[in-house]
């Protein structure tokens, strides 16, 4: 079976945009792939974090995988810094990575702001340390959002500029034509990019300081309920056809998370809708989003209850990660002309 990877940060609450984006596509995958689900914490220390808020929030986006359906026995779940090699791996990509291209990186330059200057060198040189994430397992398909879509493209570059320039040393270790694997971006369906609920060109994100911007996969009834009642739309009825989104990207938004949520296509959920108001629109979409996204909630908030279930699963997946991690990693020293205790 093919290998996936992929990882969510422990930054803050989980939102709709994380869940339709990336988690159910974690779900989707779990009967035809092998796969390897990351609490990247390493990651989320790139921007200042409280230690205590953090580690609840390992625990919180643990709990959301597990809720959501992922099976921690059939694959791998755990946080990242329990397993070295990715530390490991991504000093050796610093090396590898050329500095003009992670300049254009648009995340770095989103997250840095104005004061780039203070930005820390780790939230440079995060994408070296996703390469390695996923390299390190040399897995070959990465389920992410759009948002994502840059930093897979810098991996496949790391992982091709690796074999080309160790080509000869790949080979006389026995690893025939490249030793990294170019992984595959899977963004599909009409939720890679789930927009903020009161601006259509902004990012759902964790880090909107207006909580009215997302649904947050702890939000209870009520809570999505006023969110989406108070979502930014514009005055017209919806189309009937999906060309007639264009320049609507609010009604764009909303379509495309209510298509998502059932699992339709955009254009079928305008066959239901094309021609009403979103006040009717609304209501569907918030008893869609209630049925969908309140038992994951709850569930969240049971397995909260139980800490000590979350770390077992997070130490068994790291050493289960460990196992795969290890070798791949020796083989890279090997490859570099390291010398290794044996
Ligand atoms: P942060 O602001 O801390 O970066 P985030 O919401 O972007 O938080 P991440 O942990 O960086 O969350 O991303 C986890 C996964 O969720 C990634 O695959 C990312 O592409 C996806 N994702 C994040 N935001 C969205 C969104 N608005 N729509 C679809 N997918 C998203
Ligand atoms: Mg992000």
Redesign the pocket.
Known sequence: KPLVF????P??NL?L??Y???ITKFVALQDSHECIYCV?DMHAITVPQDPQALTAQIREVTAAFLAAGIDPRKHIVFNQSQVHEHAELAWVFNCVARIGWLNRMTQFKEKAGKDRENASVGLYAYPTLMAADILVYRATHV??????KQHLELARDIAQKFNNDYAESIASNGFGEGFFPLPEPLIQGP?????SLRDGSK?????DPSDYSRINLSDDADAVAQKVRKAKTDPEPLPSEEAGLEKRPEAQNLVGIFAALADRSRADVLREFGGAQFSSFKAALVDLAVTKLGPIGSEMKRLAADPGYIDSVLADGAERASAIARPNMDAVKDILGFVRRR
């Open positions: 992929s990882g969510v940060q930054t803050g939102h945009g994380n339709l984006g990336a990247v389920p992410v959002g759009e948002d994502q939720a890679t990019r789930v927009m990012k759902m994100s964790k880090s």
